[in-house]
């Protein structure tokens, strides 16, 4: 069975950093890319970032590009978004999501839990 | 950046009535459209992949159609355990974008 857990989230001061982690079961974790999407309270979806299953190629919204970075250790079977300069309009649950192919822009077939990011003074 | 409009936001309907909800894309995204099926307290599930592909273990009632900019997702004979929230989803590029959602109540 696949599975996604999210960790990582806490509470943290504008302008500080946080780094989330993805860890992955159930599957070949290098074989497949990695999305982040993001909900806001009271808010649609907004997807984050991807990287794909060798690291190589990796995407960003405006919104973050520039403040986030997606790494993964297919070692670890996990997947990092490492968030810097953080902001209020940044708190919300943060999801990871697995791709159906090693590429990015594919649907995404997998979803973990989440894990909340409240930005807060 | 491409926008997804759905429609409705909202539907309220009996057991066993058919229901369409639509996508509208605000530029063509071929059939790089996807959508999933969302309850309370449990993560996103993907339904139908690329505008019409479906997905193993994803019941038969649910069938997707359309493309370029005009999708719909139908629910056959809507059984109680449907009520959900309904997102459409793009990857044909960056950056990736979901509609707002459709909040299926079930009379």
């Known amino acids: 069975e696949v599975q996604l857990l999210e960790s990582g989230g806490d509470l943290v001061q504008p302008g500080g950093s946080l780094r989330l982690s993805c860890t992955g079961s159930?599957?070949?974790?290098?074989?497949?890319?990695i999305n982040w999407v993001r909900q806001a309270p009271g808010k649609g979806r907004e997807w984050v970032s991807s990287i794909s299953g060798s690291g190589d190629a990796t995407y960003y919204p405006d919104s973050v590009k520039g403040r986030f970075t997606v790494s993964r250790d297919n070692s670890r079977n996990t997947v990092y978004l490492q968030m810097n300069s953080l902001r209020a309009e940044d708190t919300a649950v943060y999801s990871c999501?697995?791709?159906?192919?090693?590429?990015?822009?594919?649907?995404?077939?997998?979803w973990g839990q989440g894990a909340l990011v409240t930005v807060s003074s | 950046e491409t926008v997804l409009t759905q429609s409705p936001d909202f539907q309220s309907v009996t057991p066993k009535e058919k229901v369409t909800i639509t996508c509208r894309a605000s530029?063509?995204?071929?059939?790089?459209l996807h959508w999933y099926q969302q309850k309370p307290g449990q993560s996103p599930k993907l339904l139908i992949r690329y505008a019409s592909q479906s997905i193993s273990g994803v019941p038969s009632r649910f069938s997707g159609s359309g493309s370029e900019t005009d999708f719909s997702l139908t629910i056959n004979s809507l059984e109680a355990e449907d009520a959900a929230t309904y997102y459409c989803h793009q990857s044909r590029g960056v950056p990736y974008t979901f509609g707002q959602g459709t909040k299926l109540e079930i009379k």
């Open positions: 530029q063509s995204i071929g059939s790089s």
């Open positions: 159930g599957f070949t974790f290098s074989s497949f890319a």
């Open positions: 999501a697995k791709s159906s192919n090693r590429n990015c822009g594919y649907d995404f077939d997998s």
